[in-house]
C-alpha cells in the first residue's frame, strides 16, 4: 500500500530506525510459511534479517489490506495465526471497505493468536507501537478509487 509506505516507512528509513518494504517482499520466518505482506517494518537495531531481497526473520510489523474476495485469508486462517505463531509483535488489517484498521499486538504462539487486538477508526490516528511515527487512518485511504479527491 502505497500510503503506508509514504506516511510510515519513508519517515523512519529517513529517520534511520526502521526499514520498510511493499508487497511484493519474501518473508521467511521460524515455524510459519513463506509469506508476501504487502507491508513489511524492520527495525534498524536488527536489519541483519534482511538478506539476498528477503527478509529471514520476524519483522517488527507486518500490515496487510484487506482483499474483498478473500478476507478471512488475511485476517484468521492463515496469516493473522501464522503471524502470532511466529512472533510478530504488530499486525495491523486494513480495511477498505469499512476504512479502519485492526490492530494486533502481544503475539500469542500457543493460542496461535493476538491477546490485543484494537479497531483504529477512520477518524483516528494509527501508530506503530514502537516507533515514533502516526497518520490519520483517512489519508490511509485518500484518492482511493471510489473517493471523489
Given at each position: 500500500?502505497?500510503?503506508?509506505?509514504?506516511?510510515?516507512?519513508?519517515?523512519?528509513?529517513?529517520?534511520?530506525?526502521?526499514?520498510?518494504?511493499?508487497?511484493?517482499?519474501?518473508?521467511?520466518?521460524?515455524?510459519?510459511?513463506?509469506?508476501?505482506?504487502?507491508?513489511?517494518?524492520?527495525?534498524?537495531?536488527?536489519?541483519?534479517?534482511?538478506?539476498?531481497?528477503?527478509?529471514?526473520?520476524?519483522?517488527?510489523?507486518?500490515?496487510?489490506?484487506?482483499?474483498?474476495?478473500?478476507?478471512?485469508?488475511?485476517?484468521?486462517?492463515?496469516?493473522?495465526?501464522?503471524?502470532?505463531?511466529?512472533?510478530?509483535?504488530?499486525?495491523?488489517?486494513?480495511?477498505?471497505?469499512?476504512?479502519?484498521?485492526?490492530?494486533?499486538?502481544?503475539?500469542?504462539?500457543?493460542?496461535?493468536?493476538?491477546?490485543?487486538?484494537?479497531?483504529?477508526g477512520p477518524d483516528a490516528t494509527?501508530?506503530p507501537d514502537r516507533f515514533p511515527?502516526?497518520?490519520?487512518?483517512?489519508?490511509?485511504?485518500?484518492?482511493?478509487?471510489?473517493?471523489?479527491?
Open positions: 500500500m502505497r500510503h503506508l509506505d509514504k506516511y510510515i516507512g519513508v519517515p523512519l528509513e529517513e529517520q534511520r530506525l526502521a526499514y520498510a518494504a511493499t508487497a511484493p517482499v519474501g518473508v521467511l520466518m521460524p515455524g510459519c510459511d513463506p509469506v508476501q505482506p504487502d507491508f513489511v517494518l524492520v527495525g534498524c537495531d536488527h536489519a541483519d534479517i534482511i538478506s539476498e531481497r528477503r527478509i529471514r526473520g520476524v519483522p517488527d510489523l507486518i500490515a496487510e489490506v484487506l482483499s474483498p474476495s478473500n478476507p478471512e485469508q488475511d485476517t484468521v486462517v492463515v496469516k493473522r495465526r501464522a503471524y502470532a505463531r511466529a512472533g510478530v509483535p504488530e499486525y495491523w488489517i486494513i480495511r477498505p471497505e469499512t476504512r479502519d484498521v485492526l490492530v494486533c499486538r502481544a503475539p500469542d504462539a500457543t493460542l496461535e493468536d493476538y491477546a490485543f487486538t484494537r479497531l483504529v494509527l501508530q511515527v502516526a497518520v490519520p487512518v483517512a489519508d490511509l485511504f485518500a484518492r482511493a478509487p471510489d473517493t471523489a479527491a
